[in-house]
């Protein structure tokens, strides 16, 4: 049966079966929640007499990360933390993402990468094998994102920890860290994905893999494009909206100077308020010839 059941010997002596096919009730007193006594329920690095933790099978709502340098989950009672409190150091960094990650665009890149990995016989094994890593790690800073928007919930920056640890276990990286460096890592690796995008066919962006797409640069004032022009394609990350302070009165688009049936993008600039500077006008000249670079060459 492998790891699905087997039978352990316990300090107090007893032999009791266990295995992610076996349930039982958390040992936790007055808890009865019903878990499977796998190794993700378990307390300590090893089934039977672990060398660090009791041995004992709780649910998630009791376990914690083991101590840097160790592995497995720990109970309250071996991590050392008080059972209704929560942890210490809360979880509410608001630059813990810079920008915050918008979680729509981020489950449907999970969901495109989620259906690449069961591509067989069309996609190399490290393409599937990237893709799925692209899923752990999604999913793991969504986990992350709620965990911060929930400080007091510890059971919330627990999951977020296991989920950090799926992605370091899918790297073989198996040296025991904390909850806390298992999510600053995860956050870490997102902002790496963010700036080294592998784009795919069916990309949010429209850019069909290629990671390029067209942009609009120039508009005629009744919308018209007049220029397109390649640029770096953004994953269909929503960009910030322009506020009715911006001198493009929130439209996104100013004119350009001397064709007022011409629009460009705006820059996002505001409109100084009262008793602020006024920008420099420039300079506007007659006729061609009358500016003060007329007869210069051109190198």
Known sequence: MGNARYD?????????PAGYDVKGPCERPNCNTEINRGLD????????????????????KELYTAPEGQTGWRCTDCAGTPQDEPETEPQDDPAAYSPTPHIPRLLTEMCIAESQTGITGRAHDDYRRAQRRTVLLLRAVIADL???ARPEDTRAAGDAARAALAVRHHDWLTRGISADEAREWLRAEYAHWEQNPVHHPRCPGGCQ???????????QDDGIPLDVEPADCNRGRPQDPHL????????????????????????????????????APEPAYAAVGTSPWYDEPPF
């Open 146 to 148: 709620l965990a911060l």
């Open 41 to 60: 329920a378990l307390c300590g690095d090893r089934p039977g007499i672990p060398e660090h933790g009791c041995g004992g099978y709780f649910c998630d």
């Open 244 to 279: 009715s302070d911006c001198v493009c009165h929130g439209s996104g688009r100013i004119p350009v100077p001397g064709h007022p049936h011409e629009m460009v993008r705006c820059p996002g600039e505001t409109i100084p308020g009262p008793g602020q500077p006024q920008p």
């Open 209 to 219: 893999g290629s990671g390029i797409v067209e942009s609009i640069q120039v508009w």
């Open 8 to 16: 352990v010997v316990r300090r107090d002596g007893l032999v009791i």
